[in-house]
Structures are given as structure tokens and as C-alpha cells.
């Protein structure tokens, strides 16, 4: 689910230069990568995460960067957050199925004005006005199942956070009120329900789990051993920091264990910063789909948001006049963004957040010291 922070991360940038003095252009600023580490300590010292990992990768796709932690693995042992570990994407899942979805595009099995009635019939309301872009580029008007209470994996759940949840079912909350929808094309508006439709729709046309598709045609070809699908397992593998949430009475209540089929193709994914980094890298170098499948991904309708949302891939403008790619993500316990420049410079920051909300600035203030 896209939230606030993610909504005006723009709108914040020049702010975040502004109040960070290091970032200012008349000032004689200290190597990127030491402002960087300053700024995700000041996110641990302020109670805004319990851990930040960061990893940044150089041009050229090559894995010659460096990656830094902070913050402890678990607010129990105190252990050190290791830089290297494992944490939830959220809905950067969106970017390798929708990657999925351009390969069988180039493939010849489906093109983006088709109508998701001929694939998926009956599925969705309306079916026929709906086209494989509009589920992609969220301008379907298709109602965000999320919306629902008890539906989000943002929020706390308790023992509800175990339950296994089929996407059939999810589309059936959804459509429950055919109002909630709006007229296909008519506006942009993020939902977690197209992405549901884009998993069906893979698995309609491979005869294979989605999972088993971004297994099969981005985890294996690129080397990414530390990206899966989890499906109905709760916890993560080791290392990785824990994520929690606050509660209404001020304690935080651990939320690593959960079972993420409640997000299946909209966000359930696992990943390290490693392995994002190495993923942007192939997407946007050309490597994983064909020149004009990689433009359609990257024409972008306005939002409103503070970026662009083109098919599964968010563009963002910083104030020193370079562009990003990538998209952000999050699940109970866990934030994350990813972006890379066209040149090949890579960044992906996870997040553990802790009694105060993270702020725009404070995530773009990082952005731009990593990349401007």
C-alpha cells in the first residue's frame, strides 16, 4: 500500500537539503557515503527505526558499492542490525511481476490495450473496458481491497496475521461494492487490487504459479539466491532485522512473523539490498525486457504524489536535476525504496520503524545525498 511519506517524497526533497546543512550547495560537504551513514544514524538516534540498511551500487550495474547498518537486529538481544540482511519489499513485488507481464508482452502472449475480459473472464467487473496497462499503471479505477478493515498489512492484525488468504478471495472484497470503483482511464488512483489481477494473469497464461514465473525469468537468470516468494512462510531467513509496530498504549509488538499471502502479488516478496540493486540494474540497462516494452514501463501517468507511476516503476526527480527509477515499498515493520539513475547508480534503504514516523525529508535528504 503506497502512504503518506511515499505521496509527497518530492514535495519534500528541497526542504530536506535545506534543513540538512551538509546537503547545502554553499556549503563543503563532507564524501556522500559518510553524510549518508550520518543521516541513517540520526534516524536510529531519533527513534524514527530501530534499523536502516542501505546498500549503494555504482554504474555500469556493477556490484562495487557498499552497503552500511544501523540500529539493532532485535530490540530483545540488542545485536547489531547486519547491513547485509533480509527484509520484506512490499510492493517493489509490483516491479517483478509487472516485469513478468512485459516479458509475455514481447513474448507475443497478450499486448498492454488488451482487455483483461479475454484473458480473465468474468473476473474482473467491467472486464472488457479494462486493459492489461490500465491494471499495470494503476489507471484501471479497479477499488483497493487494502481499503477494507483488516485487509492491510500495515496495520496490526494479531493472530489474523497467520491466515492464508487465496487472490480469488481478495478480488471478491474488492468488487464487493461496485461503487468503490471508478471508469477505467479516468484518473490514477493506487490499488492493490491490479496487482492481484497481474499475478492471475501470469499464472493464466505460463500454467504456472506467478511465483515460479519471477523464479523462473528474472531470480535464476540474474543470480538473485537472495529474492523469493514466500507464500504462506512467516518468518525471514538470517540475518535480518525484526520489524515492529507501536501500539495504541506506546509498546512496540513484534511483527516479523507473518504470513504475507494477504499482499501475494501486490507485495509478499523477500529480498536484500544486494539483490534489488542488481534487479534495477538489469530492468532498466535493457536486459530482462525488449526496448519498447522498457519505454511503456517507463511512460508515466501525473499522480498527484510527488512522482510519476509508469508500469510497476516509479520516476522521481531530485532537485540537482537527475531522475530515479525504482518504486518503494511496505509492510508491517518494514519500508523500503529502491532506485537506481539510468546511468546505473543504485540505492535501495530499508527501514524498521520505530516510535516516530519516518518523514519525506528525512528519506529524501538520504536520496539526494547518495545520488546528487
Known amino acids: 500500500m503506497i502512504n503518506g511519506i511515499r505521496r509527497c517524497l518530492i514535495a519534500g526533497v528541497l526542504t530536506a537539503i535545506l ?43 556493477k556490484d562495487d558499492g557498499w552497503a552500511y547498518g544501523a540500529g539493532v537486529s532485535d530490540l530483545r538481544s540488542g545485536r547489531p542490525a547486519a547491513a547485509d540482511g533480509y527484509f520484506r519489499i512490499g510492493s517493489i513485488t509490483k516491479t517483478f511481476v509487472a516485469t513478468v507481464v512485459l516479458q509475455l508482452v514481447d513474448e507475443g502472449r497478450l499486448a498492454l490495450t488488451d482487455p483483461i475480459e479475454r484473458y480473465l473472464p468474468g473476473l474482473v467487473p467491467h472486464g472488457s473496458d479494462v486493459t492489461v496497462k490500465q491494471v499495470l499503471n494503476h489507471t484501471s479505477g479497479l477499488y483497493d481491497y487494502m481499503h477494507e478493515p483488516g485487509y492491510s498489512t500495515n496495520r496490526w492484525r494479531g493472530q489474523d496475521r497467520f491466515r492464508h488468504y487465496e487472490p ?49 525469468r528474472i531470480l535464476r537468470p540474474l543470480g538473485l539466491t537472495q529474492t523469493f516468494v514466500p507464500g504462506d512462510r512467516a518468518g525471514l531467513p538470517t540475518p535480518h532485522a525484526h520489524g515492529y509496530e507501536v501500539l495504541a498504549n506506546g509498546k512496540p509488538v513484534d511483527a516479523t512473523r507473518m504470513n504475507p499471502s494477504l499482499d501475494w502479488a501486490a507485495g509478499e516478496m523477500v529480498s536484500t539490498g544486494r539483490d534489488l540493486n542488481r534487479f534495477l540494474a538489469a530492468l532498466v540497462g535493457g536486459k530482462l525486457v525488449s526496448r519498447s516494452s522498457l519505454a511503456a ?76
Open 168 to 216: 480469488q478471495a481478495l478480488l471478491k472484497v474488492a468488487f464487493a461494492d461496485p461503487a468503490g470503483s471508478t471508469a477505467p482511464g479516468s484518473t490514477w488512483s493506487y490499488s492493490n487490487t491490479n496487482y492481484i489481477v497481474a499475478g492471475l494473469l501470469i499464472e493464466e497464461l505460463t500454467g504456472r504459479p506467478y511465483g515460479e514465473e519471477v523464479k523462473r
Open 19 to 61: 534543513v540538512h546543512p551538509s546537503l547545502s550547495a554553499s556549503a563543503a560537504p563532507p564524501p556522500a557515503r559518510e553524510t549518508t551513514k550520518t543521516l541513517i544514524d540520526q534516524l536510529v538516534k531519533g527513534d524514527k527505526a530501530t534499523a536502516a540498511l542501505i546498500r549503494v551500487d555504482g554504474k555500469d550495474g
Open 297 to 372: 514501463m517507463r511512460t508515466t501517468e501525473a499522480t498527484g504524489a510527488g512522482f510519476g507511476y509508469g508500469l510497476g516503476l516509479q520516476k522521481y526527480a531530485l532537485p540537482c536535476g537527475k531522475t530515479v527509477w525504482g518504486h518503494s515499498g511496505e509492510l508491517i515493520g518494514y519500508l523500503t525504496f529502491a532506485f537506481t539513475t539510468d546511468e546505473g547508480t543504485r540505492m535501495t534503504l530499508s527501514l524498521n520503524p520505530s516510535k516516530l514516523p519516518v518523514t519525506t525529508n528525512e528519506v529524501f535528504a538520504i536520496a539526494t545525498a547518495t545520488f546528487c
